[in-house]
Nanobody, 115 residues
Framework: QVQLVESGGGLVQPGGSLTLSCVASGSTFSMYVLRWYRQAPGTPENEREL??????????LYGQAVEGRCTISRDNAKNTVYLQLNDLGPQDTAIYYC??????WGQGTEVTVSS
């Protein structure tokens, strides 16, 4: 069974940037479609917001809330997918999760945007 481990969260000042990492187990990482979701404080699990998607061919798709300030990339040699988010605001405060469809999730990494 594939396991996902996120890292890179923390406290970030408004206007700052961060890069999150998600390391996946397994020998067929290059074949994985991987998604980043986030769950804002006080919102239920079934309302996690899609941040973006990394497809097998390296193409990406972004959620409307982060379009233009988000970059998702992957390093197949390191079994890692990255999420870079710029110009952070309080609305970006959330726990960020990595997901391998349909139902494999990491434990999440918490991001707090505050001065």
């Amino acid at each position: 069974q594939v396991q996902l481990v996120e890292s890179g969260g923390g406290l970030v000042q408004p206007g700052g940037s961060l890069t999150l990492s998600c390391v996946a187990s397994g020998s067929t990482f290059s074949m994985y479609v991987l998604r980043w979701y986030r769950q804002a404080p006080g919102t239920p699990e079934n309302e996690r917001e899609l941040v973006g998607v990394s497809f097998r061919d390296g193409s990406t798709l972004y959620g409307q809330a982060v379009e233009g300030r988000c970059t998702i990339s992957r390093d197949n040699a390191k079994n890692t997918v990255y999420l870079q988010l710029n110009d952070l605001g309080p609305q970006d405060t959330a726990i960020y999760y990595c997901n391998k469809p349909p139902d494999t999730w990491g434990q999440g990494t918490e991001v707090t945007v505050s001065s």
